[in-house]
């Protein structure tokens, strides 16, 4: 069985939306935090599977991010994020970084986008701090 390897600065654990990874560790501004992995799949495929773990690299290639090695699928939704994700199409990564100082314990969140916002939190209802209030 293949462990995960979860970055030291980083852990999985509780949060307001289910499980979402946290600070161990202080995290300054513009830091890389993490890469979203897992397998690259046609924009096709991707429509074919559906789900909840899927990221857009570019309009043809997307990245399926179901397995559980990719830690970084644990950062969850915010409105007002602490960390964005960076998309570079030439080495066909993504990256996620610190958009502020981020405290040891503090979970970290990203904006998932417009499309994601649509079709999977508005029907819902957003769960992140700055909407629970």
Not at 98 to 125: C, M, Q, V
Request: contains cysteine; hydrophobic residues 30%; proline residues 3%.
């Amino acid at each position: 069985m293949k462990k995960r390897r979860i970055p030291s600065q980083v852990r999985v654990g509780r949060s307001s939306a289910g499980l979402g990874l946290f600070a161990t560790q202080p995290i300054a501004k513009g830091d890389f935090v993490i890469e979203y992995t897992g397998e690259k799949i046609s924009s096709d495929e991707a429509d074919r599977r559906g789900g909840k773990y899927l990221f857009t690299l570019t309009k043809d290639v997307v990245i399926d991010g179901t397995g559980r090695e990719n830690t970084a699928r644990y950062i969850n939704h915010a409105c007002k994020p602490n960390c964005e994700a960076e998309v570079d199409e030439d080495d066909m990564k993504v990256r996620i970084y610190a958009r502020r100082n981020i405290a040891s314990g503090e979970e970290l969140t990203y904006h998932y986008g417009k499309e994601y916002w649509d079709d999977h939190i508005k029907p819902h209802g957003c769960r992140c701090a700055q909407c629970a209030r």
